[in-house]
């Protein structure tokens, strides 16, 4: 079946833009999260949905960072006014349920270039 | 604080020999453990898991992973290495709904 996917697969803007990146979760998967990678670096967390539950917001790195998922589908993250820093690489996963044993399943990625 | 050791930034090793990627932990609780691979410009692909039963978890590719709950430990092992199995691989641990991550290992297969 389908994977997790994501869009754009590359993204290059200029500082000061503000920038939208998608996700679509294999269907059926109510958990989804947002991770961080930058060049040479472990994966760091940004944010978790779970169902209607309130999202774990707790590793956006700034308020310059939102996320947004619509019911348990597609959730989108906004950059707003990127700042050079903010180059790397955004991965999405999903994962089917809360108390499930699964693993979380990832996205290609978005490779995001701030110039 | 929940974290995940990777010692090694690199490993080296010939085709058709063992190879061994470290991971060492420290969590709170019972986690649940995890690899994972990265090829190039691809996301991560699952390889194994460990939740509970035998310490000796077998998973894709030929791999598996021992758990060593005195060490904290998960390394993952391959008893015959390939070129195609040069990657990056990260150890991640999970503590109620969080995944955290190694800062992955990349693994170098030569002919």
């Known amino acids: 079946g389908a994977g997790v996917s994501q869009s754009p697969s590359n993204k290059v803007t200029e500082k000061g833009k503000d920038v939208e990146l998608r996700c679509d979760p294999i269907?059926?998967?109510?958990?989804l999260y947002w991770y961080r990678q930058s060049l040479g670096q472990g994966l760091e967390f940004l944010i978790y949905?779970?169902?209607?539950?309130?999202?774990?917001k707790s590793g956006l790195p700034s308020d310059r960072f939102s996320a947004e998922r619509t019911g348990e589908s597609v959730s989108t993250l906004t950059i707003q006014r990127t700042q050079q820093e903010d180059s790397a690489v955004y991965l999405c996963?999903?994962?089917?349920?809360?108390?499930?044993?699964?693993?979380?399943?990832f996205g290609p990625g978005t490779r995001l270039l701030v110039l | 604080a929940q974290s995940v050791a990777q010692p090694e930034d690199q490993v080296n090793v010939a085709e058709g020999n063992p190879l061994t990627v470290k991971c060492t932990y420290s969590?709170?609780?019972?986690?649940?453990l995890f690899w994972y691979v990265q090829y190039p410009n691809r996301g991560l692909q699952f390889l194994l898991k460990y939740i509970t039963g035998d310490n000796l978890v077998k998973g894709s590719y030929g791999f598996e992973a021992e758990f060593n709950k005195s060490q904290t430990s998960f390394h993952l092992k391959k008893p015959s290495a390939l070129v195609s199995d040069s990657a990056l691989y990260f150890c991640a641990v999970r503590v109620n709904y969080k995944f955290y991550f190694g800062s992955g290992t990349k693994l170098n297969v030569k002919p």
């Open positions: 269907s059926g998967h109510t958990a």
């Open positions: 996963a999903s994962r089917p349920a809360s108390g499930s044993k699964e693993t979380q399943y």
């Open positions: 949905f779970q169902g209607n539950s309130a999202p774990d």
């Open positions: 969590v709170s609780g019972n986690p649940y």
